[in-house]
């Protein structure tokens, strides 16, 4: 699947069509704000990679920045090639199973970890923007900022879901186990008994994940520090290639 999407990616950009483009747009490009865009852009891989580490190493998995590395820009990659950036945190969680070693219910635990406290950031950070500089974005938005307002509130709501749902693991339990029996019946495992354990295994695994993390406040501190220095490389790339 990897290497389908990337040629697909590839033979997009590398188009006859985007080719011939490309040498005129470069020609008037400033290649100073370019370079700077780029810059920003690959610390919000190095952002992304560094709060995986970090709570990795909060639960006793050593991880390597390198490791971390690959997997942040994997994610960051089927995010970008997937409707809804569906496939980013699936891809990311295979990369900490399958390739890693890490047990499912704790890389469930701490993808779901980071995401959250990406969630709460962004959403502080955004608050903090708006309410700022209400004035001058009302101003220069007019009607239009009535949307962002209800997008931001849109996006409050979700976060509170998401941590309710991250503090009772035992919705999630019985999500899952509901969600099985009813696949189980219209189409029967070969050994349902063996799954449902398994799946069982995961979710304990998954809880005391969760109980560790949540319990730790320096990790979601150190988390909450690097996702804002992401947030704010991540919003700047946008005015730099803009200027570019």
Same mark, same amino acid.
């Given at each position: 699947?990897?290497?389908?999407?990337?040629g697909?990616t590839?033979?997009i950009?590398?188009?006859p069509?985007?080719?011939r483009k490309?040498?005129?747009?470069m020609?008037?490009?400033?290649?100073r704000?370019?370079?700077?865009g780029?810059?920003?852009f690959?610390?919000?891989?190095?952002?992304?990679?560094?709060? /995986?580490?970090? !709570? +990795?190493?909060r639960? =006793?998995?050593?991880?390597?920045l390198l490791?971390? &590395?690959?997997?942040?820009?994997?994610?960051?990659?089927?995010?970008?090639?997937t409707?809804?950036?569906?496939?980013?945190?699936?891809s990311?969680?295979?990369?900490?199973v399958?390739?890693?070693?890490v047990?499912?219910g704790?890389?469930t635990?701490?993808?779901?970890?980071?995401?959250i406290?990406?969630?709460?950031?962004?959403?502080?950070?955004?608050?903090a923007?708006?309410?700022?500089?209400?004035?001058?974005?009302?101003g220069?938005m007019g009607k239009?900022?009535?949307?962002?307002? /209800?997008?931001? !509130? +849109?996006?409050?709501? =979700?976060?509170?879901l998401i941590?309710?749902?991250y &503090?009772q693991?035992?919705?999630?339990e019985?999500?899952?186990?509901?969600?099985?029996?009813?696949?189980?019946?219209?189409?029967p495992f070969?050994?349902?008994e063996?799954?449902?354990?398994?799946?069982?295994?995961?979710?304990?695994?998954y809880?005391?994940?969760v109980?560790n993390?949540s319990?730790?406040?320096?990790?979601?501190?150190?988390?909450?520090i690097?996702?804002?220095?992401?947030?704010t490389c991540?919003?700047?790339?946008g005015?730099?290639?803009?200027r570019?």
């Amino acid at each position: 699947i990897f290497f389908i999407l990337l040629g697909i990616t590839v033979s997009i950009i590398f188009s006859p069509e985007n080719l011939r483009k490309f040498p005129k747009i470069m020609a008037h490009a400033d290649l100073r704000f370019f370079i700077v865009g780029c810059l920003l852009f690959s610390i919000t891989w190095l952002c992304d990679a560094l709060a /995986l580490k970090i !709570i +990795l190493k909060r639960r =006793g998995y050593e991880y390597s920045l390198l490791k971390a &590395l690959r997997t942040a820009m994997t994610g960051d990659f089927y995010a970008a090639v997937t409707p809804l950036a569906s496939g980013g945190q699936p891809s990311q969680l295979y990369y900490l199973v399958r390739g890693d070693k890490v047990p499912f219910g704790v890389a469930t635990a701490v993808l779901l970890n980071k995401s959250i406290v990406f969630h709460v950031v962004a959403v502080i950070y955004v608050c903090a923007v708006i309410l700022g500089n209400i004035s001058a974005m009302a101003g220069i938005m007019g009607k239009t900022f009535i949307y962002a307002i /209800l997008g931001l !509130i +849109l996006s409050t709501i =979700g976060t509170v879901l998401i941590i309710l749902f991250y &503090l009772q693991p035992v919705w999630i339990e019985k999500a899952v186990l509901y969600l099985f029996a009813k696949v189980n019946s219209i189409f029967p495992f070969k050994n349902a008994e063996k799954t449902e354990e398994t799946i069982r295994e995961n979710i304990e695994e998954y809880k005391a994940g969760v109980k560790n993390l949540s319990d730790d406040k320096t990790m979601l501190f150190l988390v909450g520090i690097v996702m804002t220095v992401w947030l704010t490389c991540y919003y700047s790339c946008g005015y730099f290639v803009y200027r570019a």
